[in-house]
Every structure is written in structure tokens, then in C-alpha cells.
């Protein structure tokens, strides 16, 4: 698949114009506009740091003017690695004046992921932090390099903070230092340049590529175009009613697809609120910026469910501008769903979304059970939703089957995967997501498993088959299987099974092993437990539930 073919039919992109869920306007023009429009709004906040729409804007040509200094062009593809900080939203929308394609990796990533990312992607340049969670980005970015070899795509690092030494490595300081003349903006009044606003990108090109939880030995890029993305961001919006009162709180990683889009960053800037970033997810973090900043809105995944509660009960916060909080990403015990809502003091929100597109969103007037026992309905009336058995056959409502869904913002094929398309896909273009879920008379659904050889720890993607591939590279170790296991505090847990010639390493060997392997920590199991051999099934394929069996019993 080439960019320009986004996968979905003539008729089909035609059909979702028509109805205007398409609406034919890049990201960089739509910045533009709300940049000359109403200028003066807050967009931005980050520590003491705030930017306007207008200077938002102006932000945007200046890393652009940059990025074109260091060769980026329109459809080039950047890795953005940074952890919650704004110049997170000032990278994205300076590539996005020039039209060229963020890559979203998560702060954790390791060698081996941004190695990966970086090869498919044939990526041009990185942007990543100096230092962050006690851990060098530029020393990652050295070993990426030097992997890639003398022949590899990859130019040029640019460094959030202290770039050192290395030759190559541009301080993001200098890029956005630009001169005051921005192409198209030589005059106030000047009308901006063909292309100023977004390097001549169209609305059907790929405007980001999102990275997948992942099922195979290496996660999949999955392109999201700007039609599709910006109406994925709209309609969050518009079920959850944003405004230009808005203030939304990033408090999970700012590149995750939840808190980018749905409708997260990008939904609030689109409705002309403000975004505030936190740079960590803690309660008491979090509140501060809620107190300050009057939040309405944020986002969070199950595990730290319970410590909000928590520190909402001790009293000493006034969450009083807080009306939605949404929660994501993976299962969400009922009895923490009906807890949260009286903690805060806030509406909760259930969302069963995905990078590869399809999201459901309870609604804000739902009955209170509806909102506690279910993930929500589409946010779509154009997402197609098929519940099949393992024939592929349409089940009846209230009865589990495998969630296969199509829609207008939905992916018709993974970057650059011709042969995983072929099974990913039905023939007739539905993505099968690997979750089973339910569907209820009132269209909600209930996710109630996962056919997929994926852990789901507390919203954190592990493809088992990625993991044990790694594992396997251990000298003592000669079969392994990686199981999840209900846990109290992730949801899942992951658990090591391995078959040892020799003495079994334990589990901070095992870590120690993947870390240096490459492979970002959070995909290290929880538990490592020796076993003689691997259970088989009638197939024989790895019995995981007889593993995960065995692992429950005391
Ligand atoms: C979100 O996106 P991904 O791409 O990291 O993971 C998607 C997968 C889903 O296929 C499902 O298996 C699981 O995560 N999941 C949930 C869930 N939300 C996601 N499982 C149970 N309950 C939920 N509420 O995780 C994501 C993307 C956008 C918005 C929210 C989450």
C-alpha cells in the first residue's frame, strides 16, 4: 500500500464525504485556521509554559522552517519519541505544516522497537528526549544508528534538552529558532503560499503512522490519514460534548491514540479548548493541575483507577471542574467503574478503543449499570460491527463471538504488510480485532475475551510471540510460552513459562536478558516459572490455557 492508497474504495471515500464525516482538510491547514481565528484561546499548557492557537501556530512554522533545514520533506516519516511535554504537540504539528508523517513510539520503547520503527517506516529523522525515566534516549539513539549502517534511512536525531557530542544530534532549540519570516506569512494580510499551511499534503495522504498492540514478532504501523483521524477526533468530541471550555488533561502518554485523539488532544484543540499536560500520571500531580487549571476532562487506564479514588478521599482536593473521566485501554472491573464516579465527583466514561481505528464510548447520559458493565458503542453510525463464531458466521446479540468491524475511520491494511493484510483482514475489508465481546440490544458491547496471542497489562500491549522469540535467545532457556494471568493490580500479568537445559535463570536475570536484547521493559514477565515441558493441544499448538490454568492454582 502506498501512502496516497489509503485502502478504502472510491465509493466508499466518496460515500463518506457525501455524509461529511471526510471533510477534505490536512492537519496543518486546520491549525492554520485556528491560529488566524480567535488566536488569543489558550491551546497549550505545560508547567509554566502556555501557548495561544495563534502561537501554536507560529510554533508549527518555525520547527517546520527547521525540519526543512535538516531535509525533511512532505511525506518523509519522523519517529517521535517523547515523553508528556508540549514539544510533543509543537514536533507533531511542525511536521504536520510540512506535511510529513509522525511516527508515534511510546517513551518505554526500546532499541529493538524503535530500531523496527525506524526500518519500516523508513524513517528520516527521530525526536527523542536527552534524558528520561533515569534512562538516555541519546545512547538509544547511537545503537539505533549504528544498526542501521552507513546505508540506513535514518539522518538526523533531534534532542529534546542536552544533545551532547555526537555528530548529527540537533538540539530542538536551534530547529525551531527560525527566522521571522515564514513562508506565505511575509505580510500580516499576505495570503499564506500554496502549500504554506501543510507542505501541499492532501486530506487522503497519511497524516501519522500509530503503532499496534501488536499479535506477531514485531508490532505493525498502522497509517491513519488526515480525513479519517480528524473525524476519529471529532466524534469523540462530539459524545463527549466539548466546547471551547474545555480543558483536557493528558495524563497517559501523550502519543497513545486514547489520549491523542479520542478525543484527547486533538479533539479539544479541534473544539477550541486547552490542553494541559501532566508529566506523570499520579493523583496528586494530576489534581494540582485540576485545581489550577480548572480540568474538565481527562483520560485513564484501569490500573490507576484505584489510586485516584484513594487520593480523592483524603479530602484535600477540590475536583470541583472535573465532569468527565474517561477510562481505557483494557478491562475495567465493574465494582472500580462504580466506584469512580462519587470519588471524583465526575461522569465516567468507558472506552474500548484501538489504534487501528474503531472506538466505543459510553455516552454521557447512559444509565448508570450501562455505563459500569459495558465498554461503550461506537462513536460512528457508519461503524459496521459483525459479532462472528469461529466459522466466521454472525452470532445473535448477547451471545460472544469475535468483533470484526469496518468504518470510516477504521484501517484497511497495515504499512507496508502485504502478507499479514491477507489474514488480518476479511476479503470484504473488516479488521478482526482478536477481541470477543458481547453486543447488547442497546448496540453496547462487552468485551469478554481476546482470541489474539496478546497480554493486555493494565492498557500496556505484550504480543506473546514477540516475547518468547526473545526469550528463546537465553542460553538456558529452549521452549518458552508467555501467558497472562489475572491480576489484582494490572488486570493481566505476565507470566513466563520456559523449559530450561541447565539451571532456569530467575526473573531479574530474565529482564536483565530482554533489556539487553533491545526490548522495552514492560514486556518482561512478571514471573518466570520453570516447567518440564509445554502442554500441548489436540492441534498441537502451546495449551496457554492450560498454562494459565496452572499458574492460578495455589
Ligand atoms: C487502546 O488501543 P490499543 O491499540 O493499545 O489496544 C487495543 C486493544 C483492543 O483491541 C482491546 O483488546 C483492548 O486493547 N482494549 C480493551 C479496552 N480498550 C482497549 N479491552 C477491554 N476493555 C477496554 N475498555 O487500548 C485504545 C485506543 C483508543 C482509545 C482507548 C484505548
Redesign the pocket.
Known sequence: MTEKQNGWSDAESARYRAVGHWEGVTFGARLRRAGTEGGDRAALVDGDRRWTYADLDTEADRVAHGLRGLGVERGDRVVVQLPNCAEFVLVWFGLQRLGAVPVHAMPGHRRREIGHLVRVSGAVACVVPDRHARFDHRELMREVRAEQGPGGSLRTVVVVGDPGSESGFVPFEALRAAPPSVPGRTAPDARPAPGADDGGADSADVALLLL??GTTGLPKLIPRTHDDYAYNARACAGVCALDERTVYLAVLPVGF??TFA?PGVLGTLMAGGTVVIAPDPSPQTAFALVEREGVTLTSLTPPLVTHWVDEAASGSWDLGSLSVVQV?????PEEHARKLGPALGATVQ???????GL?NLTRLDDPEDLVCAT?GRPISPDDEILVVDTDGRPVPDGTAGELLTRGPYTLRGYYRADEHNRTAFTPDGYYR???VVRRLPTGHLV?VG?IKDQI?RG?E?VAAVEVEEQLLTHPAITAAALVGVPDERWGERTVAFVVCDGEAPGVREVAAHLRERGLAGYKSPDEVVRVAGLPLTAVGKIDKAALARASLRP
Open positions: 499496534s498492540g491514540n486514547f479520542c481505557g485501554g483494557a478491562r475495567l468507558q472506552v474500548f478503543g484501538m489504534a487501528e472506538i465498554q480485532t482478536g477481541d468485551v481476546r493486555n492498557g500491549k
